[in-house]
Structures are given as C-alpha cells and as structure tokens.
C-alpha cells in the first residue's frame, strides 16, 4: 500500500524538515579558495545562486563527510549530516590560519524544509533555495529563520504539499539509489567505491585527498563498489547483513526498505566487484537478489 507522503514523492510534492541537519556559514574573501582545497568538487567555479555536491577527505582519500555548498553573494552555506557537523567544523578551522575565512555553525538558528518530488519546481519560495536532494526526486530545500519553520511548512501544506515520514523517505531514496553518509558511506569509504562521482572534479587542482583518488583512478578500478540491489519478498534485511553468492560472500547490505511501487525490498549493498553480474547468483537471507544498474 502506498502512503501519502510515499505518493507525493513519486507523484506529487512531499514536505521534509531537514532542520536536524547542519549548516555552517563560511564568509570572508578566501571562502571559495578554502572551501576548494578542502573539498572534492570546484568550488572556485561556484556563482551566487548555484550548489554542487562533494566530499571532504583526510589526508588516506577516506570520506570524512559529503556536503552540499550552496553559494550566495557574500558567504557559502555548507549543508551537512546532523552527524558530521561538529567533524565538519573542526576540520575546516583547523585548516584556517592566516585565511579571511569565519565559520558560524548556523544550525540552531535556521530551519531547513525541502520540496521533492515532480510538482516540487512550482512550489518554490523566497528565501535561500539549495538544489539538493535527499531522494533523488526533483527538488529544492529552503533556509530559514528557525521562527519562520511552522509558518513555511503551513503555507506549503496549502500549496498542496504533503510531510513525508522517514520511513517514506527511506523507501524512496533506496529506488533512486541515493546513499547517506553515515549509512551507507562511512569514514572507511573511498570515493571511487560509492560510485557518487558527481561530487569529484577531476581536473580542479589540488585538494586534500587528492593523491589517493588520482591513484585509485589510474588504476582503473576498486575492489568494491556501492551498490543498487532489488530483493524478492518483503523481508528487510538489517545492515550488515551478508549478501551472498551461492557460497561465497559477495558483499554486505547498508541500507534497506520495502518499495511499495516495485513490490520488493530495496536495498544499496559493497560488493566485490567480481559479483557484479547477471549471472552471480546472488541472494540475501535467502531472498533472491540482483544488481540494479545506476542511470
């Protein structure tokens, strides 16, 4: 049975209060050049108005965060993992020594509401958009004064807007293929692995990490890779759970929800690389499984 808010992000336009994330402001006149050897994508290329997706790495080419830097005239606003902010932050001051950079930790005194979901364009208002996504379904999410979050979510409500729930989110998210820090990329993660190469520019110059996802890309290859699967039946698997290959361990599941639309479980799962093909046989608790191919 599909539910509202699982109705409205596949048809319609679903309301998520994203508040719980973290938002950190970085102004000064060497935010873009900071931000830019601090992080995966280009930075310095960023216009007012405009977001890109990233991630920042240590000094191993480990995923310590992903981020969504959206630019305005005069700061960068960095949306992050509830998880990660306070890493985040650190991380960055470390780094700022004779820099024109301030950093403020926005979170407290901001709301965040995202629109997604094919009528979510129309529904756009004032304030600061971020293009981003959670689920992967069209969308935007807006930066607001902590008071003014009942009073936009109201009027989105009257717009024909309806909240969807995490368990909602989750369903969708797993159809589209969209992992989630902390879930399903990790600290351990490389950035080849997660198969998110939106986020990387590999023509921008230098930046912490690079070293180790040049090298990873000259080499052609990884040993594992994050992967989409669809699992018969309506058992969810826990994270951690062993995918297997007849009798060989292929990999381990992440994350995992029933899809009400393709009457499954959707799940993203590491693989061996070895194990993804048609023919591997594939199976989690049981449960026959197969590789659904990203795009």
Request: charged content about 20%.
């Amino acid at each position: 049975m599909q539910t509202p808010g699982y109705q409205a992000l596949r048809e319609g336009a679903a309301i998520l209060d994203l508040s719980a994330r973290g938002r950190i402001r970085a102004s000064g006149e060497d935010r873009k050049r900071l931000l830019h050897a601090m992080t995966t994508n280009h930075v310095q290329e960023l216009e007012p108005g405009g977001t890109i997706y990233a991630f920042f790495l240590n000094a191993q080419g480990r995923i310590q965060a992903d981020v969504w830097i959206h630019a305005e005239e005069d700061y960068l606003l960095l949306d992050v993992e509830p998880e990660v902010r306070e890493k985040v932050y650190a991380h960055l001051d470390k780094f700022i020594i004779a820099d024109d950079v301030t950093l403020e930790d926005i979170s407290a005194s901001t709301a965040e509401i995202a629109v997604e979901g094919p009528a979510a364009p129309a529904m756009q208002q004032q304030g600061v958009v971020v293009s981003a996504t959670v689920t992967g379904q069209p969308g935007f999410r807006m930066v607001v004064p902590v008071e003014e979050r009942d009073a936009l979510i109201a009027s989105l409500q009257a717009a024909g807007g309806v909240p969807a729930t995490a368990g909602e989110i989750l369903a969708v998210r797993l159809e589209n293929g969209v992992p989630r820090y902390g879930d399903d990329i990790s600290d351990a993660s490389l950035v080849q692995e997660t198969q998110q190469l939106q986020g990387v520019h590999f023509n921008k110059g230098c930046y912490l990490g690079q070293e180790i996802v040049e090298r990873v890309r000259s080499r052609g290859q990884v040993n594992r890779l994050l992967s989409q699967l669809r699992i018969e039946g309506t058992a969810i698997p826990a994270p951690g759970e062993k995918v297997m290959a007849g009798e060989q361990e292929a990999g381990a599941v992440t994350s995992a929800a029933y899809s009400p639309s393709g009457s499954c479980v959707r799940a993203l799962a590491y693989l061996r690389a070895k194990f993804i093909t048609p023919e591997a046989g594939l199976t989690v608790g049981g449960a026959v499984a197969e590789v659904v191919q990203q795009g």
